[in-house]
């Protein structure tokens, strides 16, 4: 296997964390359970984060039936649900140099 050596903090939700280790598409993926949920998988030597468009998650178990397969099932207080991983999509990034710090984004 792969060893990754540089740490970093990354800032996953405000609320404590389940951490779930699950297959999808022949890769191992860690799941990242709660207010703001995300998928934490590798690339070369680095850790990715994709995340989740669910809302408090608390729970993740991978779910394989004929119905549903490759699937996951996600908890959260108030519901279940039942979904799979899109293809990773890669992100463009173009950077411009500001000149000074950043204070606001502004978008249309």
Same mark, same amino acid.
């Given at each position: @296997?792969?060893? &990754?050596?540089?740490?970093?903090?990354?800032? &996953? #939700?405000? $609320?404590? /964390?389940?951490?779930?280790?699950?297959?999808?598409? #022949?890769? =191992?993926?860690?799941?990242?359970? =709660? %207010? $703001?949920?995300?998928?934490? !998988?590798?690339?070369? !030597?680095?850790?990715? !984060?994709?995340?989740?468009?669910?809302? +408090?998650? =608390?729970?993740?178990?991978?779910?394989? *039936? +004929?119905?549903?397969? %490759?699937? &996951?099932?996600? *908890?959260? +207080?108030? %519901?279940?649900? /039942? @979904?799979?991983?899109?293809?990773?999509?890669?992100?463009?990034? $173009?950077?411009?140099?500001? @000149? +000074?710090?950043? $204070?606001? /984004?502004?978008?249309?």
């Amino acid at each position: @296997g792969k060893l &990754l050596t540089n740490r970093k903090k990354v800032a &996953l #939700g405000s $609320r404590p /964390i389940s951490l779930s280790k699950f297959q999808s598409k #022949g890769s =191992t993926l860690i799941f990242a359970g =709660t %207010d $703001r949920p995300t998928v934490i !998988y590798s690339s070369g !030597y680095k850790l990715l !984060y994709s995340n989740v468009n669910q809302r +408090e998650v =608390t729970s993740m178990v991978s779910f394989n *039936a +004929e119905e549903f397969p %490759d699937c &996951l099932a996600l *908890a959260s +207080e108030e %519901d279940l649900t /039942i @979904g799979t991983i899109n293809e990773i999509q890669k992100l463009h990034i $173009r950077s411009h140099p500001l @000149g +000074e710090q950043p $204070r606001r /984004i502004c978008h249309q």
